[in-house]
């Protein structure tokens, strides 16, 4: 007895049906991550690189140039391109929001990025649902979060690998590539490890797939298309480092770029033994790869997957075991492509299965339509796990921003660790992070932190002691007081014994005006051989206080921190 057989759907075929079922459900989705995107905008806590980017970026709006005038460690474009939003915003304290709010754009176009590769290897669906997962992925939807580089970085190579595995290799899409890897480059100069990365995947390549013969001067042709790559990458950091040059400011923005980035025997370069893993690890790779697009026959071609799959290992390889400081954010461009090389094989194998045993396995696994939206609607429920939906946003750096503009004018110089303030000019050039601090304790950047304040009349100090190196710390500990969210200039006096009426002297290193205030009581003492009748300018140097018994501990400090209501007395706000 013979049974009909019901002609399949073309590949082609069953990916437009396929995707056009899913389309409601993926709105549906997209929706509800959208919402969920934008309440944790405002609900998740800042990190610390966020001011630092904002301060450089208000230092481009304010006429100063980076990295001669304001120090970073970082390529330009992403501060000039945020410098025009960040004038307009103003000196507003609650302007990380929205910042946060202007990376929105780029979360959506590194999704479509995502979108054009997976559609390019296996088809719309896949496109599209590896879009979804991305933007669901914890690691990258939190990271991606924050106000920093990384975001418009990892935007400018998603797509830069979407348009070079986008179709035909043509010297059109080799330029195009190109210039997209070069404004990447002038975002971050991790750039160099994605595009060492793409080298070993296009080398590695031939081991992969056998190259099939081609016509009479091919190899004319592709090294044209080469040189068409090269040239793309080169325009965009050219043309800024010639910027620099006519600024005459050619010699920081090398020192803060390269050499400052550079410093041997710091994170993994501590560790060799990581180096010596690479190599056997890259041939295991090359071997998994060789095996899995022998199993795999994605739309868009074997020799695509390959070059993306071989390109995400090399990658997480050198971000892994070679680049000496490993960060979450580094790893963002990696998600796109594992994340889509992940959803089309896992969907291709799906679809293979089910048309091998189409009677037990057609209503979950091919074409099936409960189990991707299952798995995307389970993505959307954890994310919360990691960030309680309840929880408040914090609001130390909104108090502090918000005291020194108080306080403060924009003549006026604060000392914070890594531009912590946003939009006050630091005493100290040096952003106080690890490969700082390492400079420091090797003695390449002498730490003249104490010789900054003074020179630079700096009465407020911004973060946490612990952060400081020891002399600056000393420094802020003998002439600064905790007081609400920052240290200020000041010295504080501990109550006199009975019957002790005491002269007590004490050092001014910072001049200005500065008032005395009383734990209990009104102030009746003298200072400088004078009764205190009021805030006083003081000169750097010795001074006197005459101290009676019985008034309990007095304060001098930084007459407009006094006059706005900030004492060492009473609670002012989180301390440092």
């Given at each position: 007895m013979t049974g009909k057989t019901v002609p399949s759907q073309t590949p082609a075929a069953e990916d437009r049906s396929s995707w056009r079922r899913d389309l409601p459900t993926l709105m549906v989705l997209f929706a509800a991550t959208l919402a969920l995107r934008i309440y944790y905008l405002f609900a998740y806590p800042f990190d610390s690189d966020e001011p630092q980017h904002l301060h450089v970026a208000w230092g481009w709006?304010?006429?100063?140039?980076?990295?001669?005038?304001?120090?970073d460690n970082h390529m330009p474009v992403f501060h000039i391109l945020s410098a025009p939003l960040v004038a307009l915003i103003g000196e507003d304290p609650r302007i990380l929001f929205f910042m946060r709010l202007a990376m929105?754009?780029?979360?959506?176009?590194?999704?479509?990025?995502?979108?054009?590769?997976?559609?390019?290897?296996?088809?719309?669906?896949?496109?599209?649902?590896?879009?979804?997962?991305?933007?669901?992925?914890?690691?990258?939807?939190?990271?991606?979060?924050?106000?920093?580089?990384?975001?418009?970085?990892?935007?400018?190579?998603?797509?830069?690998?979407?348009?070079?595995?986008?179709?035909?290799?043509?010297?059109r899409r080799a330029l195009s590539g190109g210039l997209l890897l070069g404004a990447a480059l002038s975002v971050s100069l991790k750039t160099l490890m994605v595009v060492t990365a793409m080298t070993i995947a296009a080398l590695a390549l031939p081991m992969v797939l056998p190259p099939k013969p081609g016509p009479p001067g091919r190899s004319r042709q592709e090294g044209i298309k080469l040189a068409a790559l090269v040239a793309g990458?080169?325009?965009?950091?050219?043309?800024?480092?010639?910027?620099?040059?006519?600024?005459?400011?050619?010699?920081?923005?090398?020192?803060?770029?390269?050499?400052?980035?550079?410093?041997?025997?710091?994170?993994?370069?501590?560790?060799?033994?990581?180096?010596?893993?690479?190599?056997?690890?890259?041939?295991?790779?090359?071997?998994?790869v060789r095996r899995l697009v022998r199993r795999v026959e994605p739309a868009g071609g074997a020799k695509r997957l390959a070059f993306v799959t071989l390109m995400a290992g090399a990658f997480f390889l050198l971000n892994e075991m070679v680049w000496p400081v490993n960060t979450a954010p580094t790893r963002l461009p990696l998600f796109p492509l594992l994340v889509v090389s992940l959803t089309g094989?896992?969907?291709?194998?799906?679809?293979?299965?089910?048309?091998?045993?189409?009677?037990?396995?057609?209503?979950?696994?091919?074409?099936?339509?409960?189990?991707?939206?299952?798995?995307?609607?389970?993505?959307?429920?954890?994310?919360?796990?990691?960030?309680?939906?309840?929880?408040?946003?914090?609001?130390?750096?909104?108090?502090?921003?918000?005291?020194?503009?108080?306080?403060?004018?924009?003549?006026?110089?604060?000392?914070?660790?890594?531009?912590?303030?946003?939009?006050?000019?630091?005493?100290f050039y040096y952003v106080l992070e690890p490969l700082t601090m390492e400079r420091i304790a090797r003695g390449t950047i002498p730490d003249r932190i104490a010789e900054a304040c003074i020179?630079?009349?700096?009465?407020?100090?911004?973060?946490?002691?612990?952060?400081?190196?020891p002399k600056a710390r000393q420094f802020i500990e003998q002439n600064y007081l905790p007081v609400g969210p920052f240290h200020v200039a000041g010295h504080l006096f501990p109550p006199a014994a009975p019957g002790d009426d005491r002269i007590v002297a004490f050092q001014v290193e910072i001049?200005?005006?500065?008032?005395?205030?009383?734990?209990?009581?009104?102030?009746?003492?003298?200072?400088?051989?004078?009764?205190?009748?009021?805030?006083?300018?003081?000169?750097?140097g010795r001074h006197e206080l005459a101290q009676p018994p019985g008034e309990g501990s007095l304060s001098l400090l930084w007459a407009r921190a006094a006059e706005g209501g900030f004492s060492p007395f009473k609670a002012a706000g989180p301390r440092p």
């Open positions: 709006s304010q006429g100063l140039l980076q990295y001669r005038d304001v120090f929105l754009p780029l979360y959506a176009a590194s999704l479509w990025g995502a979108y054009q590769i997976g559609r390019s290897l296996f088809g719309e669906r896949v496109g599209l649902w590896s879009a979804l997962f991305l933007g669901l992925l914890p690691a990258f939807f939190y990271n991606s979060l924050e106000f920093r580089t990384d975001n418009l970085w990892t935007v400018l190579l998603t797509l830069a690998v979407a348009v070079l595995v986008g179709g035909r290799w043509t010297g990458i080169c325009v965009l950091p050219l043309a800024v480092t010639l910027f620099f040059a006519r600024q005459n400011a050619l010699g920081p923005f090398y020192y803060c770029v390269v050499l400052h980035n550079v410093v041997p025997g710091f994170g993994r370069w501590r560790m060799p033994w990581t180096l010596m893993g690479f190599p056997p690890l890259l041939v295991f790779l090359v071997y998994g094989i896992s969907m291709e194998g799906s679809r293979r299965l089910a048309r091998a045993w189409p009677a037990p396995l057609s209503w979950g696994t091919g074409a099936g339509t409960w189990m991707l939206p299952c798995v995307a609607a389970a993505g959307l429920l954890l994310l919360p796990g990691r960030e309680p939906l309840l929880r408040r946003p914090s609001s130390e750096q909104i108090a502090m921003v918000a005291g020194v503009l108080r306080l403060t004018d924009d003549s006026d110089y604060v000392m914070d660790l890594k531009g912590d303030t946003i939009f006050r000019k630091r005493a020179a630079t009349h700096a009465a407020i100090v911004v973060g946490g002691l612990r952060h400081y190196p001049p200005g005006r500065y008032s005395l205030l009383a734990e209990k009581g009104a102030v009746t003492t003298l200072l400088d051989g004078r009764p205190y009748s009021g805030a006083r300018y003081l000169a750097p």
